[in-house]
């Protein structure tokens, strides 16, 4: 089953399952040395394009337990963002976002995104998770997955990714993994846990997390018309 999220006058759309064109625009970013720096354990050996085709493929068969998405950028907002290009206009590739590790027994799941760095602090992060979240606990019967539940795990020393889980997420902090991770290096580091919860969603985090999408949107928006 194909879905697609946007928001209203977004600037990405969420795609499932993820196209196989972009295999390799995922192991490009998957292997850049931004996303290697919170993410230790992986390596450009573990992440090679063989390994990121071989995972996109048996996560799309595997739709009870994950629900991966591919995160494009919208043509007419780039389009006005940047100076027009030669040639013709397709949506650009900016990461990927998903629920992994589904457990529908107790309605729960986790959620990891990785974001092109170019696009990090732009609003495109939470304009994504966003989009997902509201999926994700969106009642099965009104097209949703029904979740309860949903974490994030993140190394500890990923202090930005942790600043915003609390700022703009008003995530709860559940525990610290002790040395849960083994880098490539051979040295173990500690993971955080935060969740929240369907209740928190719609009682008031969806609300402003939907205020600070729009507040991205309409920068992005006087930025494009200040250069016309």
């Given at each position: ?146 979740f309860n539940r949903v974490i994030f795990t993140t190394a500890a020393m ?47 985090v969806k609300g402003k997390l939907a205020e600070r999408v729009d507040r991205a949107i309409a920068k992005s928006k006087r930025g ?5």
């Open positions: 089953m194909s879905i697609k999220l946007s928001y209203p006058d977004g600037r990405i759309t969420l795609i499932h399952p993820p196209p196989p064109e972009d295999d390799l625009n995922t192991h490009l970013l998957y292997t850049h040395p931004h996303i290697l720096k919170y993410l230790p354990f992986w390596t450009p050996e573990n992440q090679s394009l063989q390994s990121v085709t071989a995972k996109r493929a048996a996560r799309t068969l595997d739709s009870d337990h994950f629900r991966q998405f591919a995160i494009y950028r919208i043509n007419s907002h780039h389009n006005n963002e940047v100076a027009a290009s030669s040639g013709p206009q397709l949506p650009e590739f900016l990461g990927t976002i998903g629920f992994v590790y589904i457990q529908r027994h107790f309605d729960s799941s986790e959620l990891g995104i990785i974001l092109q760095p170019d696009a990090h602090r732009a609003g495109y992060a939470a304009e994504a998770i966003y989009l997902l979240l509201d999926h994700g606990f969106t009642l099965m019967e009104a097209g949703g997955l029904g990923n202090t930005p990714m942790r600043g915003w889980l609390e700022r703009a997420l008003e995530a709860t902090q559940e525990s610290t993994q002790r040395e849960a991770w083994k880098t490539a290096t051979g040295e173990y580091i500690d993971a955080v846990v935060y969740s929240i919860l369907r209740r928190e969603w719609v009682g008031g494009a018309d200040a250069t016309l």
